[in-house]
């Protein structure tokens, strides 16, 4: 399975309290590259991958 951090990211929980806080948006820039997220992504249910994607605005797991 993918990473299990990735869930419980604390670069995520910034992301998600204040999108435009500098944490937040270094992980939101990480997480078009991350090996990780990709592989996280990938293990989830389809609807549920959707959901994030469309959340983070992140095209390319639509």
Known sequence: MANPMCRQCPLRA???????SLL???????ANWCPGWRAYMNSLPEEE???LAQKYDL???L
């Open 24 to 30: 937040g948006r270094l992980w939101r820039w990480h």
């Open 14 to 20: 910034r992301y998600d309290r204040n999108p435009r």
């Open 59 to 61: 095209k390319k797991f």
């Open 49 to 51: 991958r959707k959901a």
